[in-house]
């Protein structure tokens, strides 16, 4: 399939992981990509790794300069973008709510849900022309011991993309995916040295890749998805469906 062929796609926290399996995705069914990140090396790498078809700019998510700089580079290098995917995120913070440190919070909320909005108010400006897919987390739609304030950040980047999508329609289409424990380096916390006993409570009894999370965003991004805005799709391996007991 080439459905993404003479497009552009800006896709954040790219340098590995979920991001970069999208950039992937996309650039094999024909799309130009921009990649994102906080640290160049290694995101250089990764835009070399994906060949003439990919190009990176790096910085911060959360930084008005850096945003200016991607949009400045994708004029130069495409004269127009159609895609934009919101996966950068941030979880500095680990334990209960009641101690988590007020400055990681603020920091968390800033990352995940305001840069967010962030990007998708400099793609529109930029006059991005076709979809947006937002990277939430099943974190978002159920308790998650120890990571609780990331998941209320998921949350209301759940809720971002309901608003967006009334508010955007029907110029530009907005949706999310929420995916369980996908096995990256920004997740190894939670399954690294006991991935068998983390992958026993999914009835498809592993954790996810990067590319299961890669596919069902190329889809949303895509003409096969064009009735559909304001969605969040769980990519769980079926964790949601498991019985209480």
Do not use: C
């Amino acid at each position: 399939m080439r459905r993404f062929e003479g497009r552009v796609a800006l896709i954040t926290g790219a340098s590995r992981g979920i991001g970069y399996a999208i950039a992937q995705r996309l650039i094999a069914e024909g799309a130009g990509v921009v990649i994102t990140g906080r640290h160049q090396d290694a995101l250089e790498q990764a835009a070399k790794d994906l060949g003439p078809q990919a190009s990176a700019v790096a910085g911060a998510a959360d930084d008005p300069d850096h945003r200016a700089a991607v949009f400045a580079h994708i004029a130069g290098r495409h004269g127009h973008i159609d895609h934009l995917v919101n996966n950068a995120g941030i979880n500095p913070a680990f334990g209960p709510l009641l101690n988590v440190d007020a400055d990681a919070a603020r920091k968390i909320f800033e990352v995940n849900v305001l840069a967010a909005l962030a990007w998708v108010r400099a793609a529109v400006a930029a006059g991005l022309t076709r979809s947006i897919v937002n990277i939430a987390s099943i974190a978002g739609v159920s308790a998650s011991p120890g990571i609780g304030l990331y998941g209320i950040s998921k949350a209301g980047l759940i809720n971002l993309t309901v608003q967006l999508a009334g508010e955007l329609a029907p110029g530009l289409r907005v949706n999310a995916v929420a995916p369980a424990v996908v096995k990256t380096r920004f997740a190894r916390a939670l399954y690294e040295g006991h991935e068998a006993e983390a992958s026993a409570h999914y009835p498809l009894r592993r954790l996810g890749e990067p590319g299961d999370v890669a596919g069902p965003v190329a889809f949303l991004l895509s003409d096969d998805a064009a009735w559909m805005t304001g969605q969040t799709l769980l990519i769980d391996g079926g964790a949601s469906i498991r019985p209480l007991s």
